[in-house]
């Protein structure tokens, strides 16, 4: 017999008939022979309104204890209700199931509240309870501290939890069903061509989330790759049967990924905005300064770009930051104007971020050269551009972005990947 | 120092503007010099909707293992949420606050789930914290079983909850703030002149709660008593300051009641349904069969008479039911007619129980008569009658209810009471 752990996100379980059809998903893997943990998210919804009641209950109110704590105990209750409904159902079904909530396996996280960060999960009893037979419905999303008090691990945090309770409990697999029945080369809505990955590395997954796709929470993909667990991403709008073990997308090791590709998804993102500080003065400690205010205040600067001014003794600097925090970026550099000494700062919304990720890019040469000239076939001017091992980002004008999306698409022969 | 525990029920904590009406209640006892633990309930209507999904989710499928114990985690988040939203406004007010839950005090009961008892509260830490000066706010009516898994306490429990939570405090008092304020010697909605009891005794609130008065739970009076906690009754809808210490209804032991009253309240119910089961053969075991069919199908039998019939060797006999139990008692009654052999069986739901109430029947005689004559004065029939060592009960036609009630709330002085 081998572990398997299931998670259902909060549009899955959004009211009792999905929640039925989420233990038939699970009584079909039970059926085939599995041990079966499952790890559910609140109803669709529920955590929002629990959410705008602590505000009301003036959770954030400035210069008072911050009350982080309560904030998630009233959000974790939203986890609590489905395990419950879930674990219901599944007895109702005629099999044998019960609820885990985070303290009662525990999932044992640090203190901080509202983003905690699991240390431990002691799973003998869990362990010894699936294996017995008996389906384990975890709350996800929650854990406890180690003084007992209940914590949240921020949102998405239940791919978290499923993670690290298949790593805890060395199942064979963590699938994720969700709303789409894998990840793709591009987002489909862009580019129909698009094809479902059936595996991806966890490098490239890892990129693909921070770069836009909302398949997988980030720190769910990292605990994945840390801890070696294999994530499968698929549909929950299917009915057992249909998903077999030919569907959806696994997420594992490069190693293990026989088709080589070089460039594995095409990626976009509108959440930026492009700051230009204009008539830098050409000394040591300037750029310390800028990017020094912007990080004290937590406003995360993405891609940098230094050129020389047309007069020879200043530079020009462009970066981008995430779209919400632009107009506090914006107070933040001509606060310091004055002191900084440069001539004028803009800021530009109307920005995209198109990149290309793969991880034969490791080994192959070109894919650069690939990609400013499908991009220039089709006169998209590039603003900045940014690199890591895996990815090449461009920052282009927000109305080309589909353009682009499907023209890397085409020039990298994704259509063709199966 | 002394501490106090004050309980909220869920019309008061109904939405977050309650919530803050609540919280300045706790913040003046507070601010009166007590160490303050608050008991709530879920925001009204809460439960319900959480219950309804239980019930959506199969808990209650006959010839199916029951989630009597999923039932208690999913109702028990409704607690929780309030508890975390009351300490978050709290705070928010600029006190020190946190919440409780029933498995972190830990209040632990038995495995009974949906109606479980309270074994111990080991409140060496809730002490502590409520001894620093931090307001307690903890979610009632929930408990945790020695094995760790969540139970409830039954309709009503959080009053449980709260004089639980005093005697283990060794409070000086458990305040339990509700939408009327106090207890009265009848319905003040039949009798205008109903007064305020500034003190009941335990026993005399018992025979009130089971007789209709929707004050305090019955098992919280139970445990108050068993305790020796003094229960204060009183109203949250009222600002802070209004509610001083000369407010609501003090329940506590008789002695320490110095007016002596002999009747204290009057009492009405239309929840009972009359049964009579006509020409009874009169030979031993026949009553026991009757009763022993309603008691194995768990219907409660509470009012009983026999009557000899006019034929000479069969018998009548009169008792009452709950109202909801009426049909099914019927059923099992004329199930056994073939085997018992009696004629005929009546059920007539055009009745009420009106009574009076009051340890002075202990001591004094002529209660009954008063009773009687001040019903045949104004021409009220008496079907049945029960009593027991403090209270006098009598089934009548409904449609006397109100014009009784205030017979007996004329006659016997009550008008009068301070």
Chains 1, 2 share one sequence.
Not at 194 to 200: E, F, G, M
């Amino acid at each position: 017999m081998t572990r398997l752990v299931m998670k259902f996100g909060g549009t899955s379980v959004a009211d009792m008939e999905r929640i039925a059809r989420v233990a038939r998903l699970v009584a079909a893997e039970k059926a085939a022979g599995h041990e079966v943990a499952v790890v559910v998210s609140a109803m669709a919804g529920r955590t929002n309104e629990l959410v705008a009641w602590t505000d009301a209950a003036g959770r954030a109110a400035p210069g008072l204890e911050p009350s982080d704590d309560e904030y998630d105990l009233v959000v974790a209750s939203g986890e609590q209700v489905t395990a419950g409904l879930l674990a219901m159902t599944l007895r109702h079904m005629g099999h044998r199931a019960r609820s885990w909530l985070g303290w009662q396996i525990p999932i044992l996280t640090d203190d901080a509240h509202g983003r905690a960060r699991i240390d431990d999960i002691p799973a003998e009893a869990l362990g010894a309870a699936v294996d017995g037979g008996e389906i384990a419905v975890i709350a996800g999303f929650q854990g406890v501290t180690h003084g007992g008090r209940i914590t949240t691990l921020g949102r998405g945090g239940s791919d978290t939890s499923a993670v690290a309770i298949a790593a805890a409990l060395q199942a064979i697999r963590c699938d994720i069903y969700t709303d789409v029945d894998g990840v793709y080369t591009t987002d489909p809505r862009i580019e129909q061509r698009a094809r479902r990955l059936a595996r991806i590395s966890y490098e490239e997954m890892l990129e693909m989330a921070s770069l836009g796709a909302k398949v997988l929470q980030t720190r769910s993909v990292e605990l994945a790759m840390a801890k070696g667990v294999a994530v499968r991403v698929l549909s929950s709008f299917t009915e057992p049967g249909e998903a077999g073990s030919d569907t959806g997308t696994i997420v594992c090791d490069e190693e293990e990924i026989v088709e080589k590709r070089i460039v594995s998804g095409v990626t976009y993102s509108r959440d930026e905005a492009k700051i230009t500080v204009l008539g830098l003065p050409d000394r040591p400690g300037v750029s310390s300064k800028l990017f020094s205010s912007l990080a004290d205040a937590n406003v995360n600067v993405d891609m940098i770009v230094q050129s020389r001014a047309r007069t020879s003794d200043t530079a020009n600097m462009t970066f981008t930051v995430g779209k919400r925090d632009a107009v506090r970026a914006m107070e933040l550099i001509r606060a310091i104007q004055a002191d900084v000494g440069f001539e004028d700062a803009q800021v530009d919304e109307d920005v995209a971020k198109v990149s290309v990720i793969g991880v034969g890019m490791r080994s192959h040469t070109g894919v650069a050269k690939t990609m400013f000239g499908a991009l220039a076939d089709r006169g998209v001017n590039i603003q900045v551009i940014s690199t890591s091992e895996i990815k090449i980002s461009v920052l282009i004008e927000s109305a080309y972005t589909e353009l682009a999306v499907r023209a890397l698409h085409a020039a990298y022969g994704l259509d063709q990947v199966g």
